[in-house]
């Protein structure tokens, strides 16, 4: 299916309809919707571009259809944070391209590891981090971590996961 779509950054009108978008997509993957648990989608503004992160959106003639946020944990790292893509317009390639967007705007500040956690048990998701690059790093008794390095300018090391199989977790599906 073709879907007619631009990302681009956040502005404080889209304020009410990231929020509701992000909380649709949290109560499809765990079954309620509790907005105290994400006091972020609260004041996304002053959460995001007014702390020097990134949030973006990807935006159809119907409105919001995407949302993904970049926190700049250090100089040369950053996490993705929600990523979120209207029911009606997955497998479109929404995801792909905020994921392209931050990934740009992240090398352009000198990002060098982009960082996500996704709930293993979200196998799509992981799926989808896996087939953009990323390999697992860490695992918590909630989420699995993942990273993919980028290439830093001048650099000849291609972009993608550079993992050491002493560290990374094993995934229930790579267990033996």
Do not use: K
């Amino acid at each position: 299916m073709d879907l007619d779509f631009q990302v681009r950054e956040f502005r404080e009108s889209d304020e009410a309809a990231a929020r509701e978008l992000v909380l649709e997509g949290l109560g499809e993957r765990f079954g309620f919707i509790d907005a105290t648990l994400n006091p972020d989608l609260h004041t996304i503004a002053a959460h995001y571009p007014h702390q020097g992160h990134l949030f973006l959106v990807a935006e159809s003639g119907a409105g919001l259809i995407g949302t993904t946020g970049l926190v700049f944990e250090a100089s040369d790292r950053a996490r993705l944070v929600r990523v979120s893509v209207d029911r009606s317009a997955r497998r479109c390639g929404v995801a792909r391209a905020l994921l392209a967007r931050a990934t740009e705007r992240a090398s352009v500040r000198g990002v060098l590891e982009l960082r996500v956690a996704t709930q293993p048990e979200w196998e799509d998701a992981v799926a989808f981090y896996r087939a953009e690059g990323f390999g697992p790093y860490d695992r918590d008794p909630v989420d699995v971590h993942l990273r993919r390095f980028l290439t830093a300018p001048g650099s000849v090391r291609p972009p993608g996961p550079r993992t050491d199989r002493s560290v990374d977790p094993i995934l229930p599906e790579e267990a033996p």
